[in-house]
């Protein structure tokens, strides 16, 4: 009997303990898992702090740059950013504080890429445009690259670097294509507007596929800019020169402009190309 009793007690005393351990533990664990998270935060507010100052001093080296032509605050902050942007879910950030710094965020049609840009402080009458491109894969990897580094050819028809207004996914494989459409100005009378396609095949990232078919002739891009002639409205050519893409019918529409002895100039008429087969004809 005393026996039973003992080991009775000694079940209830061991029951609690074990409860009690366990208790602890799991509070441990919550304890941590807490500590992580507050890390996480603390790691991702000091990273955004540090590209916060990055970007004012972006902003305010633009009269050393009109002094003595130095660009390093934005080369520092373009690398800073790009490392930010591809770090683990960094896709779920819009950067929203950058906002103040002037730098806005487009987001393509199928939610899979993102161009953050802005105005270069080094900026003159021809608009520098910097985009910085971030594409997550089918596996979550993320990836950021600078769209104008991939400009391989300098001589390009215009300024490489328009503000984009529209990104759109378009059915092509084994590749991931994207039409990138937008606008710029070459100077203050001569604005532009452009169609760009962005080829993504695995960690490749190009704008050098001939994808438009003109007649016989396949371009790159699609290109058109026009002369603003004494007491036009600059806002009202620009819209007239804006490239127009319906994803549904895969049309895309562009202004025709004519060379004149006096400057290229937008004759009112538009023409067409349809997508098919992997190109625009």
Same mark, same amino acid.
């Given at each position: 009997?005393?026996?039973?009793?003992?080991?009775?007690?000694?079940?209830?005393?061991?029951?609690?303990?074990?409860?009690? *351990?366990?208790?602890? *533990? @799991?509070?441990?664990?919550?304890?941590?898992?807490?500590?992580? +998270?507050?890390?996480?935060?603390?790691?991702?507010?000091?990273?955004?702090?540090?590209?916060?100052?990055?970007?004012?001093?972006?902003?305010?080296? @633009?009269?050393?740059?009109?002094?003595?032509?130095?660009?390093?605050?934005?080369?520092?902050? +373009?690398?800073?950013?790009? /490392?930010?942007?591809?770090?683990?879910?960094?896709?779920?950030?819009?950067?929203? /504080?950058?906002?103040?710094?002037?730098?806005?965020?487009?987001?393509?049609?199928? %939610?899979?890429?993102?161009?953050?840009?802005?105005?270069?402080?080094? $900026?003159?009458?021809?608009?520098?445009?910097?985009?910085?491109?971030?594409?997550?894969?089918?596996?979550?990897?993320?990836?950021?690259? $600078?769209?104008?580094?991939?400009?391989?050819?300098?001589?390009?028809?215009?300024?490489?670097?328009?503000?984009?207004?529209?990104?759109?996914?378009?059915?092509?494989?084994?590749?991931?294509?994207?039409?990138?459409?937008?606008?710029?100005?070459?100077?203050?009378?001569?604005?532009?507007?452009?169609?760009?396609?962005?080829?993504?095949?695995?960690?490749?990232? /190009?704008?050098?596929?001939?994808?438009? %078919?003109?007649?016989?002739?396949?371009?790159?891009?699609?290109?058109?800019?026009?002369?603003?002639?004494?007491?036009?409205? *600059?806002?009202?050519?620009?819209?007239?020169?804006?490239? %127009?893409?319906?994803?549904?019918?895969?049309?895309? $529409?562009?202004?025709?402009?004519?060379?004149? *002895?006096?400057?290229?100039?937008?004759?009112?008429?538009?023409?067409?190309?349809?997508? @098919?087969?992997?190109?625009?004809?």
């Amino acid at each position: 009997m005393k026996i039973a009793g003992i080991l009775f007690f000694s079940s209830i005393f061991l029951f609690f303990s074990c409860g009690a *351990k366990h208790e602890d *533990k @799991r509070q441990s664990t919550a304890y941590n898992a807490d500590s992580v +998270i507050q890390d996480n935060k603390s790691i991702k507010n000091t990273e955004t702090d540090s590209l916060e100052k990055l970007a004012a001093k972006m902003v305010a080296s @633009r009269e050393s740059y009109l002094n003595d032509g130095d660009t390093k605050a934005e080369e520092i902050f +373009i690398k800073a950013f790009i /490392s930010a942007l591809e770090k683990p879910n960094a896709f779920e950030n819009d950067f929203a /504080s950058l906002k103040a710094y002037e730098i806005n965020v487009l987001i393509a049609d199928d %939610k899979n890429l993102k161009v953050f840009y802005w105005l270069s402080p080094y $900026s003159g009458s021809m608009w520098h445009v910097q985009n910085i491109v971030q594409y997550k894969n089918e596996n979550n990897v993320l990836t950021a690259i $600078s769209f104008n580094n991939l400009y391989k050819d300098k001589d390009d028809e215009g300024s490489p670097t328009p503000f984009f207004e529209h990104i759109y996914s378009l059915d092509t494989a084994p590749q991931k294509t994207y039409l990138f459409m937008g606008y710029g100005q070459m100077s203050g009378t001569e604005p532009y507007s452009v169609s760009h396609t962005l080829v993504i095949n695995h960690s490749e990232f /190009s704008i050098e596929k001939p994808l438009f %078919k003109l007649g016989k002739v396949v371009k790159t891009q699609l290109f058109a800019s026009a002369d603003l002639k004494e007491g036009e409205d *600059k806002e009202k050519l620009t819209a007239q020169l804006a490239m %127009k893409y319906n994803p549904k019918d895969k049309i895309i $529409s562009y202004p025709e402009v004519n060379e004149t *002895k006096n400057g290229a100039v937008f004759n009112g008429k538009r023409n067409v190309l349809t997508f @098919r087969d992997g190109m625009f004809r």
